[in-house]
């Protein structure tokens, strides 16, 4: 046999030789599609190791002290928490064909301190257990625990066969723009260090940030969305086709419990602090998308559906919320369908569409008593299915102008159109279905009843770059002017430092703790009617997991407010911003870069079309803002980099109210300072919106040893409210963070 092996390799090699150039070329071109799997089919693992294991470890400290506080902040006056966390990714590889890995994240609180009642009431019962006193809501009432991140998963791959299976608590996913995608809502900047940053040098960390910005896909901008359970993806089937199928519990999607997310409130486990599941519910996921359509394009048809089981009508945090209004307690089974079409149509045209169906099937329960209490049954309700709502999504990206890359988003979203984890509803603050409309729609953040356009030019040159983004979106029907504006430059620091904020799930409304919605912030008016916890639309802050948000109803006059009548109107959405950075580092005859960095962005929601929206005195402007934020980065060694910051934000809002408990006799009730509404104990007050956030930081980010690196910003900030003083602050933000990859 040893000799029939040479004599057979050379006549292949002969018969290879013969064979004419074309048909060789033929045959080789025919294996290029391939060859990136057949290559990673012949790789063993992790530097050609059967076992391999990775990870990191981050140490995190942060200070909030507020040198003038507010009401809403009554509690967080000053604290400091220090937390830090372990990842360890680990790698099997038994043979070429099969990998095995699973991803631990053990989180750790290392800022809570423990006592007890009876240090300070010796009388009470001892069986008191000890409690933590302080703790940073990151993870969880006990020193450490497993919470955000464990998984399992396989790869088996084999010639045209290529899949992936994972189970576990945290799985990351995307399909198609309408179905399963996630959209940032923020600019990412230089000076926002993200714990979830890759492994980079601060070098590359500060080109990828300050040179060319990540504005979608990546890391810095992910697309994707988490989910728990189990997910396969076969990336690689025969005839170009590829497939994905997801069954998962519904992460951040409950059907009705505290403003629609299920907290399990007071309950010391990992899911109060991760908030992640209702497992009276399920998500089912599929697609199905044939690759190398035309050779570049990617066709692809997409299902998604929630479905909660009826035994939820069991939970009083569901059913309890219904006793404020008339009707019995209803949950909906949300389900959506789309196509999607992706990919090149020439080498500089690069498109992505998406046109999907959404509907719902509505579960109403019936009494089945007639005592005060009102109890239900899992099997007394009725069910109706909606009339299907169409969207659409459009992406065009052109450089064909090298010197000018242009991007254009348009969007068409009827007014029931609804996708609980499309970019139609970005989970870190959700909306839900309620009737609002918010600052940049459109433009940062998309909704239901929208239609409009987006403009992008981000030109790029030797130095520098620009980015130029101007929208214009649409109410198609008249919708409530329920208002809501992100607070952009101050508003991840504000949110951290209340009681009220955690990591992985949002407590909505901010009060700092103290659960007292009278005492804390003084908000302008939302809508007054009772509602129940999902639709509720009262105004004041409201949290997600990285973001602060303020809610209030534009009132035209007094008597809406005496009746409690919410005004409609439909109303256009302005926005242009202004982007740019330029390395002045050759002024000064130095190879260090010294990036000069500006971000500015003009914004309004209006009641007629405005092209651009320069001022809060406009016609039929109901909400008006300014952001401006500028950032000097500077490369003082390759490994030492420092960052600066120097913002201002304003809001300006002419149609709002502040709505307070009369606690003074005497008071003239047709002044025109006090007005009572109707015969209650409550009185309205005109109150504009004119608000003014400062920004003054200063940061390093320095690589003190390979594979390891210390972050830090310091931030000074003051938020002034003109017309209502009490709310005026002013605050100290400190972070650091060491990061060790291994």
């Not at 799985?171 to 980079?200: C, G, H, V």
């Not at 949290?543 to 035209?556: I, Q």
């Not at 407010?561 to 950075?581: A, D, L, N, R």
């Amino acid at each position: 046999m040893h000799k029939i092996l040479p004599l057979l390799a050379i006549a292949a090699s002969v018969s290879w030789a013969t064979t004419s150039p074309e048909i060789q070329l033929d045959s080789i071109e025919a294996k290029i599609d391939t060859l990136s799997s057949d290559l990673e089919s012949t790789l063993i693992g992790k530097d050609d190791s059967p076992i391999a294991a990775s990870g990191i470890m981050d140490f995190r400290v942060k200070n909030f002290h507020y040198s003038e506080w507010s009401p809403a902040v009554g509690n967080d006056k000053a604290r400091t928490s220090v937390d830090a966390f372990l990842k360890v990714s680990v790698v099997a590889t038994p043979n070429s064909f099969m990998t095995l890995w699973t991803n631990l994240w053990f989180p750790f609180d290392l800022s809570g301190l423990y006592t007890s009642y009876l240090a300070d009431e010796p009388t009470r019962n001892p069986s008191n257990n000890s409690e933590r006193v302080s703790f940073n809501h990151n993870t969880d009432y006990v020193g450490s625990s497993v919470d955000e991140e464990m998984n399992v998963g396989t790869d088996i791959r084999a010639g045209m066969f290529g899949i992936y299976v994972t189970a576990g608590g945290v799985i990351w996913a995307n399909a198609s723009p309408l179905t399963m995608w996630e959209r940032e809502t923020n600019p990412r900047f230089s000076w926002q260090y993200e714990t979830f940053e890759d492994e980079k040098t601060v070098s590359t960390y500060y080109k990828e940030k300050a040179f060319k910005p990540v504005k979608e896909g990546g890391r810095a901008f992910w697309t994707n969305r988490s989910f728990g359970g189990v997910f396969m993806n076969a990336y690689q089937l025969p005839f170009g086709f590829i497939a994905q199928a997801m069954l998962s519990d519904p992460k951040d999607m409950d059907a009705g419990t505290r403003d629609g997310l299920r907290l399990y409130g007071g309950q010391p486990s990992e899911l109060e602090m991760t908030g992640d599941y209702d497992f009276r519910g399920s998500v089912y996921h599929g697609r199905i998308a044939k690759t190398k359509l035309f050779e570049t394009m990617t066709l692809g048809v997409n299902y998604m559906g929630v479905f909660f089981d009826e035994d939820i009508i069991y939970e009083p945090e569901f059913y309890r919320q219904w006793r404020f209004g008339t009707d019995n307690p209803v949950f909906e089974n949300p389900q959506i369908a789309s196509m999607d079409i992706k990919g090149n149509v020439v080498p500089k045209l690069y498109i992505m569409a998406d046109v999907g169906l959404s509907w719902s099937d509505s579960v109403k329960f019936s009494d089945v008593d007639t005592t005060s209490t009102k109890a239900y049954d899992k099997d007394a309700f009725e069910t109706k299915t909606s009339s299907p709502a169409i969207g659409i999504y459009v992406k065009a990206q052109d450089k064909h102008l090298d010197f000018l890359p242009t991007t254009i988003e348009a969007v068409y979203f009827q007014n029931e159109f609804f996708s609980p984890y499309g970019m139609t509803d970005p989970s870190r603050f959700r909306s839900w279905r309620k009737d609002e409309m918010y600052l940049n729609a459109g433009s940062l953040r998309y909704g239901s009843n929208m239609a409009g356009i987006n403009f992008k030019f981000e030109p790029e040159f030797n130095r520098g770059r620009i980015g130029v983004q101007y929208g214009q979106h649409r109410q198609l029907e008249k919708g409530q002017d329920v208002l809501l504006f992100n607070y952009r430059l101050n508003g991840r620091n504000m949110w951290e430092s209340m009681n009220s904020w955690t990591k992985y799930n949002a407590l909505f409304w901010a009060d700092s703790g103290n659960a007292n919605y009278t005492s804390a912030y003084i908000n302008r008016a939302g809508v007054l009617t009772p509602q129940n916890k999902m639709y509720r639309q009262r105004g004041g802050l409201y949290g997600g997991t990285w973001e602060l948000w303020e809610s209030f109803v534009a009132y035209e006059n007094g008597d809406q407010i005496k009746t409690q009548t919410v005004p409609m109107h439909t109303k256009w959405s302005s926005f242009f911003s202004f982007e740019g950075g330029y390395d002045i580092g050759h002024w000064f005859n130095t190879d260090r870069n010294i990036m000069m960095q500006m971000y500015t962005s003009i914004s309004g929601i209006s009641k007629t079309f405005t092209p651009v929206a320069y001022s809060e005195s406009q016609k039929d402007m109901l909400l008006w803002s300014f952001y401006g934020q500028f950032e000097p980065a500077v490369a003082v060694t390759p490994t030492f980099h420092m960052v600066g910051c120097l913002g201002l934000e304003t809001w300006r809002a002419e149609n709002a109210y502040t709505v307070s408990t009369l606690t003074i006799s005497g008071v003239n009730s047709q002044s025109d300072y006090y007005n009572l509404i109707g015969t209650s104990k409550e009185y309205y007050e005109k109150a504009p919106i004119n608000y003014v956030q400062t920004a003054l930081g200063i940061g390093f980010d320095w690589d003190f040893s390979p594979r390891a690196g210390l972050h830090f910003r310091y931030k000074w900030a003051t938020h002034s409210d003109e017309t209502v003083s009490e709310n005026d602050w002013h605050a100290h933000y400190i972070q650091a963070e060491t990061k060790v990859w291994f």
